[in-house]
């Protein structure tokens, strides 16, 4: 991994943006609808920017920069079209410790921002660390058309009931299991307004559902772009996941098909001799488990457990 993905909160915050052109609107934009207290440092001012600071949007310093413009800042964003400059501002924010941003200039960003879709409070960011920005445009036109278009009524609906549920369901496994059904009922895909949230929402908790035990078996290979949807689905329902490899070893935890697993599911590896005995262990909970295997294995080691669990088998292509 190149780069941490992280969520910042710049809101009240004093992010400074030096220069004042077309790069600067771009970034101001996106600092405003964060919430960020903005200063602009530029002799000159894009027309846009203007407007901003005429009506109280932002602070507009009308001078040249210096290193005394950075105190107190939070945030930097050098986006003048003069290099030595903007190497200059990140030299003077390193050493300040402020993070610092050189736009175009990926060896002088402490940080990068990526292609956002907002759908508030819902955000999706996607960044190839600047190797490939038509790439990830791409990526962010395939995912607009796969989101939801009610997903920032559901994000607001369910973050209103997080109190209320806690009354109905002591255990986190228990609202998590609720949210699942909810949000994969066929009144909430379709849903347009609070109204017929809510009527899901009481048909669910009036009949309480109980999500049972269940057992996954999916065949990997050698490319994950060969899973199967269902395969996908199944691996991101499970709450627990098997993976062959050795107990006294973390070896095989990071394989790309255990990372397109859901991320707060549990993990354990797996032998030909341990494997029936964990699931058994792992069904008796009450646990949703999902099986990994190497498609050449996977016959050997899985269908035994099918037969002797009934559980449901995924080839993969």
Known sequence: MDYFPIFLSVKQRKVTVIGGGEVACRKVDLLRKAGASITVISPKLHSYLTQLANTGHINWKRKSYDKSDLEGCYQVWATTDDPALNHQVHHDATE???????????????????????????????????????????????????????LSLLASYAGEQRERIKQHFVTVDERRKFWELFFRHSGVEQAKTKEELEHVFMELLEHNPKSQAALYLLETGT??????LKALRLMQQAEFVLYPGNADSIEGADDAFVDLCRRDADREPFSEETLKAQVQQLLNRGLRVCVLAPKAQAANLLKPIQKDFNGIYVPCL
Request: net charge negative.
């Open 223 to 228: 490319d994950t772009e060969m899973l199967t």
């Open 96 to 150: 300040l410790g402020i993070w610092i941003n050189v736009v175009d200039d990926k060896e002088y960003c402490d940080f990068i921002t990526p292609s956002i879709i907002d759908r508030s409070p819902i955000q999706v960011a996607v960044s190839s660390g600047g190797a490939s920005p038509v790439l990830v445009r791409y990526l962010r036109e395939k995912l607009e058309t796969q989101l939801p278009h009610n």
